[in-house]
């Protein structure tokens, strides 16, 4: 499969990069490896040692360079060899391994993978609740899905599939509406998902909204290429403003690991039980039990129908309305790619 290329992809949450660790991720199928150097700046390379092509990753850091656990080459942030504790100590030319552009923003770590001229921090997607903002308390998980990062995003971009497989979203009067909403420019698709004057679903009910007043669900998802998501869910009573009610702002990051895996980070946030740290653990549950015992293994098997091919659309499925949002997506994907090829 071609990926995009030329944009930023989550590699990581910011607060895995503490002072030792080195986290060793496969990215558009090249291995990484990012850690922090003393001065707080983050560093990604390429994770195979130009010695004998063993994982960087199984080596350590030495005051701010990755020194290869095999035979001690050091490296520093650019990837350049700048030690060789044997012999004559010198450094072949070719000892350096590739660096790739990072970016902390909003308690993520953005990495760009294509032409390193090209790469524009003002174009990476604003997730400002995250990442320590004063208004807001957060949970974050991960999961690795295996399955291509659209039908990630597909999943995504249909919230009706709610009703079937998260009991916690469930309602005894069906699915969500999809309401078609436009796009507000060609690089952001929406897709509005409502309860309109229903009781609070489980997910509701949990977040504190009355078991017995009628209210307003939504489910607002705003997509950008290639697959950055940022969930709107919340409840108010009817037809009051959004600001009334409950809401949990949800970051869905989908990085392609390999043509048929995936990186899945996710992030919830709230502005309310914002020192309730029991809270958070049930919340953080909450999120693994839809996300990882849910969501995953109905995406998986669905790769697993689709064998190894990536390109869903190429199968000619039965397309619902419910699907515009998705396919909208895809599309943008695939100028991206061909544009990329010129
Ligand atoms: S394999 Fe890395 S120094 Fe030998
Ligand atoms: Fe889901």
Known sequence: MTFVRNTWYAAGWCHELTDAALVARTILNEPVVLFRQPNGAVVALADRCPHRFVPLHKGKLKDGLLECGYHGLCFDGTGACVTNPHGDHLIPKAARVKSYQLAERDGIVWIWMGNPALADEAKIIPFPQFGGNPSFTCVYGYLRVAANYQLISDNLLDLTHGQYIHPMFTSAKGPSVFEPSPDTNEFTVWARFMRRSQYPNKYFQFLGYPEDKLGDHRNVMRWNPPGVLLLDVGMTGVGEPVENG??????????????????????????????????????????????????????????????????????????????????RARRIVQRLVEDERV
């Not at 309310?272 to 098997?301: H, T, W, Y």
């Not at 990536?310 to 199968?315: F, G, I, R, V, W």
Request: without cysteine.
């Open 246 to 327: 409950l809401s949990i702002p949800t970051a869905h990051l989908l990085t392609p690991e390999t043509d048929t895996t995936s990186h899945y980070f996710w992030g919830m946030a709230r502005d309310f039980r914002r020192e309730d740290d029991a809270f958070s653990k049930k919340l953080l549950q909450v999120g693994i039990d839809i996300f990882d015992n849910e969501d995953k293994p109905m995406i998986e098997a669905q790769q697993r129908g689709m064998g190894e091919t990536t390109d869903l659309m190429s199968l000619k499925p039965v397309l619902l309305t419910t699907d515009g949002p998705s396919v």
